[in-house]
């Protein structure tokens, strides 16, 4: 049996639960962050992969219209520069100038076509609004945790003080 009139002050009050303290606040609010910011990683993933699929339909158009304009600038500007000079009796030269610019306008349709389709890449916007709220509640926690820690401790409760406002004005 263990004589009580003889312990400490320590010993007497480690049997006795405490209340967690800064340190143990501010790490649960650490892991809990993590955990949100995991869950927002999660959501933009999920909300960004139909934009990529549409970024890279858009991308493989562009690189399909560059490819076909390419093999088609080669063709048409031999054989359309030739047909001019044939049936126009107009220099060679001229006829070639004429071919270029036609392609050029078949490539700028393509190049249009290309840019509608990335246009209609969105951003996550669920997302970025989940992510302000999750500022704004971590903010909150930030704020209830100085609260806590600068409060009065009476036997294992938090006793709050009150907040002062922008207005120099106590509030509870």
């Keep these: 049996?263990?004589?009580?009139a003889n312990s400490t002050p320590e010993q007497a009050t480690s049997s006795?639960?405490?209340?967690?303290?800064?340190?143990?606040?501010?790490?649960?609010?650490?892991s809990d962050l993590q955990v949100l910011v995991k869950g927002e990683v999660e959501l933009a993933v999920s909300e960004?992969?139909?934009?990529?699929?549409?970024?890279?339909?858009g991308a493989g158009l562009f690189s399909g219209a560059l490819y076909f304009v390419l093999n088609a600038l080669i063709l048409l500007f031999i054989a359309g520069s030739l047909a001019i000079w044939k049936w126009l009796d107009l220099p060679i030269a001229l006829g070639f100038v004429i071919m270029a610019g036609v392609l050029i306008v078949v490539a700028g349709i393509l190049g249009l076509?290309?840019?509608i389709r990335?246009?209609?890449?969105?951003?996550?916007?669920?997302?970025?609004?989940e992510g302000q709220r999750t500022a704004d509640s971590v903010k909150a926690a930030i704020e209830r945790g100085n609260a806590?820690?600068?409060?009065k401790q009476i036997e294992g409760t938090v006793e709050p003080t009150p907040a002062v406002t922008a207005d120099?004005?106590?509030?509870r």
Excluded: C, E
Aim: proline letters at 10%; a positive charge; zero cysteines.
């Design 168 to 171: 120099q004005t106590a509030r």
């Design 113 to 115: 076509i290309g840019y």
């Design 118 to 129: 990335v246009k209609k890449v969105k951003p996550p916007q669920a997302a970025i609004d």
């Design 148 to 151: 806590a820690a600068s409060g």
């Design 1 to 4: 049996m263990t004589n009580t």
């Design 16 to 30: 006795t639960p405490t209340a967690p303290g800064v340190k143990d606040v501010f790490d649960k609010i650490k």
């Design 48 to 57: 960004l992969k139909p934009s990529a699929v549409n970024a890279g339909i």
